[in-house]
Protein backbone atom coordinates (compact mmCIF):
# COMPACT_ATOMS: atom_id res chain seq x y z
CA UNK A 1 0.00 0.00 0.00
CA UNK A 2 1.05 3.60 -1.02
CA UNK A 3 1.50 5.67 2.21
CA UNK A 4 0.88 9.74 0.97
CA UNK A 5 1.93 12.36 2.67
CA UNK A 6 -0.56 13.87 4.84
CA UNK A 7 -0.78 17.75 5.70
CA UNK A 8 -3.25 18.85 9.10
CA UNK A 9 -4.74 22.13 7.92
CA UNK A 10 -6.66 24.26 10.01
CA UNK A 11 -6.75 27.77 8.16
CA UNK A 12 -3.67 29.22 9.86
CA UNK A 13 -0.65 30.55 8.41
CA UNK A 14 1.01 27.77 10.15
CA UNK A 15 -1.04 24.86 8.54
CA UNK A 16 -0.79 26.21 5.18
CA UNK A 17 3.04 26.61 5.31
CA UNK A 18 2.76 23.07 6.09
CA UNK A 19 0.54 22.52 3.33
CA UNK A 20 2.65 23.90 0.98
CA UNK A 21 5.77 21.82 2.80
CA UNK A 22 3.85 18.24 2.33
CA UNK A 23 2.86 19.16 -1.30
CA UNK A 24 6.75 19.58 -2.26
CA UNK A 25 7.82 16.72 -0.28
CA UNK A 26 4.74 14.56 -1.94
CA UNK A 27 5.73 15.82 -5.17
CA UNK A 28 9.90 15.30 -4.60
CA UNK A 29 9.18 10.94 -3.49
CA UNK A 30 6.11 11.00 -6.00
CA UNK A 31 3.92 10.25 -3.61
CA UNK A 32 0.03 11.07 -3.07
CA UNK A 33 -0.78 14.26 -0.66
CA UNK A 34 -3.85 13.91 1.98
CA UNK A 35 -4.99 16.76 3.76
CA UNK A 36 -6.84 16.41 6.95
CA UNK A 37 -8.90 18.70 8.70
CA UNK A 38 -10.75 17.98 11.82
CA UNK A 39 -13.28 20.31 13.54
CA UNK A 40 -16.30 20.67 15.77
CA UNK A 41 -19.98 21.51 15.18
CA UNK A 42 -19.96 24.68 17.12
CA UNK A 43 -23.19 25.38 18.85
CA UNK A 44 -22.74 28.69 19.98
CA UNK A 45 -23.44 30.03 16.16
CA UNK A 46 -26.88 29.40 16.56
CA UNK A 47 -27.55 30.76 13.29
CA UNK A 48 -25.38 28.72 11.32
CA UNK A 49 -26.37 24.90 11.73
CA UNK A 50 -24.05 21.71 11.17
CA UNK A 51 -24.58 21.48 7.18
CA UNK A 52 -23.95 25.69 6.85
CA UNK A 53 -20.48 25.09 9.12
CA UNK A 54 -19.58 22.05 7.61
CA UNK A 55 -19.67 24.17 4.33
CA UNK A 56 -17.89 26.66 5.42
CA UNK A 57 -15.05 24.75 6.87
CA UNK A 58 -15.52 22.56 3.30
CA UNK A 59 -14.99 25.38 0.85
CA UNK A 60 -11.89 27.17 2.92
CA UNK A 61 -10.13 23.78 2.40
CA UNK A 62 -10.75 23.37 -1.20
CA UNK A 63 -9.99 26.82 -1.29
CA UNK A 64 -6.42 25.68 0.03
CA UNK A 65 -5.87 22.65 -1.89
CA UNK A 66 -6.71 24.61 -4.50
CA UNK A 67 -3.76 26.71 -4.22
CA UNK A 68 -1.78 23.63 -4.01
CA UNK A 69 -2.99 22.21 -7.06
CA UNK A 70 -2.05 25.86 -9.30
CA UNK A 71 1.71 25.24 -8.15
CA UNK A 72 1.87 21.40 -8.28
CA UNK A 73 -1.03 20.42 -11.24
CA UNK A 74 1.02 16.63 -11.35
CA UNK A 75 0.14 16.22 -7.84
CA UNK A 76 -2.42 13.63 -6.47
CA UNK A 77 -4.38 15.09 -3.71
CA UNK A 78 -7.18 13.62 -1.43
CA UNK A 79 -9.18 15.94 1.36
CA UNK A 80 -10.85 14.09 4.19
CA UNK A 81 -13.05 16.72 6.67
CA UNK A 82 -13.38 14.52 9.98
CA UNK A 83 -15.35 15.88 12.76
CA UNK A 84 -13.29 15.11 16.15
CA UNK A 85 -11.00 15.50 17.66
CA UNK A 86 -8.16 17.29 16.21
CA UNK A 87 -5.42 14.99 18.16
CA UNK A 88 -6.70 11.65 17.67
CA UNK A 89 -7.79 12.46 13.83
CA UNK A 90 -4.51 13.59 13.17
CA UNK A 91 -2.99 10.39 15.30
CA UNK A 92 -4.97 7.91 13.36
CA UNK A 93 -4.20 10.15 9.64
CA UNK A 94 -0.64 9.63 11.09
CA UNK A 95 -0.82 5.89 11.32
CA UNK A 96 -2.07 5.79 7.52
CA UNK A 97 1.16 8.39 6.26
CA UNK A 98 4.66 8.26 5.10
CA UNK A 99 5.29 11.23 7.52
CA UNK A 100 2.83 13.67 9.12
CA UNK A 101 2.70 17.37 8.31
CA UNK A 102 2.23 20.32 10.79
CA UNK A 103 2.16 24.10 11.34
CA UNK A 104 4.28 25.29 14.43
CA UNK A 105 2.00 28.09 16.28
CA UNK A 106 4.55 30.85 15.97
CA UNK A 107 8.13 32.02 17.12
CA UNK A 108 9.65 34.58 20.01
CA UNK A 109 12.79 35.51 21.16
CA UNK A 110 12.34 34.58 24.49
CA UNK A 111 9.62 31.64 24.15
CA UNK A 112 10.13 30.42 20.69
CA UNK A 113 8.27 28.11 19.24
CA UNK A 114 4.60 27.32 20.88
CA UNK A 115 3.69 23.70 19.77
CA UNK A 116 0.58 23.37 21.38
CA UNK A 117 -0.68 20.59 23.15
CA UNK A 118 -2.00 18.96 19.70
CA UNK A 119 0.80 18.89 18.00
CA UNK A 120 2.79 17.53 21.26
CA UNK A 121 -0.03 14.80 21.53
CA UNK A 122 0.19 13.96 17.87
CA UNK A 123 4.19 13.86 18.00
CA UNK A 124 4.45 11.39 21.18
CA UNK A 125 1.75 9.31 20.20
CA UNK A 126 2.07 8.35 16.84
CA UNK A 127 4.79 6.01 15.24
CA UNK A 128 5.66 7.56 12.19
CA UNK A 129 7.77 10.79 11.54
CA UNK A 130 6.17 14.18 11.97
CA UNK A 131 7.49 17.49 10.96
CA UNK A 132 6.58 20.47 12.31
CA UNK A 133 6.82 24.03 10.15
CA UNK A 134 6.89 27.37 10.80
CA UNK A 135 4.69 29.89 8.97
CA UNK A 136 7.46 32.03 7.46
CA UNK A 137 8.65 28.87 5.93
CA UNK A 138 9.48 29.10 2.20
CA UNK A 139 10.73 27.01 -0.95
CA UNK A 140 14.17 29.17 -1.29
CA UNK A 141 14.53 27.64 2.37
CA UNK A 142 15.59 24.26 0.51
CA UNK A 143 18.29 25.91 -1.71
CA UNK A 144 21.52 24.50 -2.48
CA UNK A 145 24.02 24.62 -0.11
CA UNK A 146 21.14 24.25 2.82
CA UNK A 147 21.99 21.33 4.48
CA UNK A 148 19.70 18.40 6.33
CA UNK A 149 21.09 18.26 10.15
CA UNK A 150 20.45 15.02 11.92
CA UNK A 151 21.18 14.39 15.86
CA UNK A 152 22.84 10.76 16.25
CA UNK A 153 23.59 9.30 19.94
CA UNK A 154 24.40 5.69 21.33
CA UNK A 155 25.17 2.70 19.30
CA UNK A 156 24.10 2.49 15.39
CA UNK A 157 20.91 1.24 16.42
CA UNK A 158 19.67 3.51 18.40
CA UNK A 159 19.61 6.40 15.56
CA UNK A 160 19.08 4.20 12.71
CA UNK A 161 15.83 5.49 12.11
CA UNK A 162 16.45 9.13 12.16
CA UNK A 163 19.78 8.67 9.88
CA UNK A 164 17.52 6.63 7.25
CA UNK A 165 14.83 9.64 7.06
CA UNK A 166 17.98 11.96 6.98
CA UNK A 167 19.74 10.49 4.27
CA UNK A 168 16.28 9.78 2.18
CA UNK A 169 15.60 13.21 2.54
CA UNK A 170 18.81 14.67 1.57
CA UNK A 171 19.38 12.02 -1.62
CA UNK A 172 16.06 13.69 -2.62
CA UNK A 173 17.18 16.84 -2.18
CA UNK A 174 20.64 16.57 -3.42
CA UNK A 175 21.35 18.13 -0.02
CA UNK A 176 24.10 17.57 2.27
CA UNK A 177 23.34 15.61 5.76
CA UNK A 178 25.53 17.07 8.55
CA UNK A 179 25.52 14.06 11.22
CA UNK A 180 25.97 15.71 15.15
CA UNK A 181 26.91 14.24 18.21
CA UNK A 182 27.19 15.90 21.27
CA UNK A 183 29.04 14.63 24.25
CA UNK A 184 29.78 15.66 27.77
CA UNK A 185 32.10 14.39 30.38
CA UNK A 186 30.71 11.50 32.59
CA UNK A 187 30.94 11.57 36.15
CA UNK A 188 34.13 9.95 37.74
CA UNK A 189 31.78 7.19 38.89
CA UNK A 190 30.28 5.98 35.61
CA UNK A 191 33.97 4.88 34.44
CA UNK A 192 34.30 1.02 34.97
CA UNK A 193 37.38 -1.23 33.70
CA UNK A 194 35.62 -1.80 30.40
CA UNK A 195 34.66 1.74 29.35
CA UNK A 196 38.11 2.28 30.48
CA UNK A 197 39.42 -0.09 28.11
CA UNK A 198 37.34 1.32 25.48
CA UNK A 199 38.51 5.04 26.14
CA UNK A 200 42.01 4.04 25.69
CA UNK A 201 41.81 1.96 22.59
CA UNK A 202 40.10 4.98 21.10
CA UNK A 203 42.66 7.56 22.14
CA UNK A 204 40.57 9.46 24.51
CA UNK A 205 36.58 10.57 24.62
CA UNK A 206 36.78 12.65 21.69
CA UNK A 207 37.90 10.44 19.05
CA UNK A 208 35.91 7.92 20.74
CA UNK A 209 32.99 10.14 20.03
CA UNK A 210 34.14 10.41 16.77
CA UNK A 211 34.44 6.91 16.07
CA UNK A 212 30.67 6.15 17.10
CA UNK A 213 29.43 8.58 14.96
CA UNK A 214 31.63 7.07 12.21
CA UNK A 215 30.47 3.78 13.03
CA UNK A 216 26.50 4.85 12.95
CA UNK A 217 27.14 6.56 9.35
CA UNK A 218 29.01 3.75 7.55
CA UNK A 219 26.04 1.79 6.70
CA UNK A 220 24.21 4.62 5.70
CA UNK A 221 27.36 6.65 3.35
CA UNK A 222 27.12 2.84 2.14
CA UNK A 223 23.85 2.61 0.92
CA UNK A 224 23.78 6.54 -0.22
CA UNK A 225 27.08 6.91 -2.21
CA UNK A 226 25.87 9.96 -3.57
CA UNK A 227 25.06 11.94 -0.47
CA UNK A 228 27.61 14.75 1.04
CA UNK A 229 28.40 13.97 4.88
CA UNK A 230 29.77 16.41 7.32
CA UNK A 231 30.19 14.82 10.66
CA UNK A 232 30.42 17.26 13.57
CA UNK A 233 31.45 16.08 16.86
CA UNK A 234 31.08 19.06 19.62
CA UNK A 235 31.07 19.30 23.81
CA UNK A 236 27.84 20.07 25.02
CA UNK A 237 24.08 18.85 25.20
CA UNK A 238 22.50 17.50 22.50
CA UNK A 239 19.55 19.98 22.04
CA UNK A 240 22.36 22.99 21.71
CA UNK A 241 24.74 21.62 19.76
CA UNK A 242 21.76 20.94 17.32
CA UNK A 243 21.17 24.54 17.63
CA UNK A 244 24.18 25.93 16.82
CA UNK A 245 24.07 24.46 13.51
CA UNK A 246 20.48 25.03 12.90
CA UNK A 247 21.20 28.18 10.65
CA UNK A 248 22.74 26.27 8.00
CA UNK A 249 19.66 23.86 7.98
CA UNK A 250 16.85 23.41 5.65
CA UNK A 251 15.69 20.25 7.98
CA UNK A 252 16.50 19.18 11.65
CA UNK A 253 15.63 15.48 11.84
CA UNK A 254 15.85 14.22 15.66
CA UNK A 255 15.12 11.03 17.10
CA UNK A 256 12.65 10.24 19.48
CA UNK A 257 12.01 6.91 21.91
CA UNK A 258 8.93 5.89 20.88
CA UNK A 259 8.49 3.28 24.43
CA UNK A 260 5.80 4.53 26.48
CA UNK A 261 7.07 5.70 29.99
CA UNK A 262 5.39 5.19 33.31
CA UNK A 263 3.87 8.80 32.69
CA UNK A 264 2.71 7.83 29.05
CA UNK A 265 4.20 8.84 25.96
CA UNK A 266 6.88 11.69 25.79
CA UNK A 267 8.58 13.78 22.97
CA UNK A 268 12.08 13.88 25.13
CA UNK A 269 14.04 16.90 26.28
CA UNK A 270 16.16 17.03 23.02
CA UNK A 271 13.03 16.97 20.07
CA UNK A 272 11.30 19.48 22.78
CA UNK A 273 14.62 21.83 22.88
CA UNK A 274 14.68 21.67 19.17
CA UNK A 275 11.18 22.24 18.41
CA UNK A 276 10.72 25.12 20.50
CA UNK A 277 13.83 27.14 19.33
CA UNK A 278 15.21 25.76 15.68
CA UNK A 279 13.88 28.31 13.03
CA UNK A 280 13.98 25.26 10.21
CA UNK A 281 11.39 22.73 9.78
CA UNK A 282 11.72 19.91 12.12
CA UNK A 283 11.07 16.14 11.60
CA UNK A 284 10.75 14.17 14.73
CA UNK A 285 11.35 10.31 14.25
CA UNK A 286 10.14 7.86 16.37
CA UNK A 287 12.08 4.85 17.22
CA UNK A 288 12.54 1.61 19.33
Same mark, same amino acid.
Given at each position: ?? /????? #??? !??? *??? $? =????? %?? @????????????????????????????????????????????????????????????????????????????????????????????????????????????????????????? /????? #??? !??? *??? $? =????? %?? @?????????????????????????????????????????????????????????????????????????????????????????????????????????????????????????
Amino acid at each position: MT /RPITA #GVD !GTQ *ESL $A =ALDWA %AR @EAVRRELPLRVVHAWHYAEALATADWDTQHGWVSEGLRESVRAVLGRHPELRVDVDLLEGGAADALTDAAAKSELLVLGSRGHGAVMGFLLGSVGRQVIAETARPVVLVRAGDRPAAEAAG /REVVV #GQH !GGP *EDS $A =AALRF %AF @ETAAQRGATVRAVRAWTLPPVFAYSPGSLKLLDEAGGLEPYEKKALADALRPWRERFPEVPVAEHVEMGSAGQVLLSVAGRAQLMVVGRRARRGAVGARIGSVAHGVLHHAECPVAVVPHE
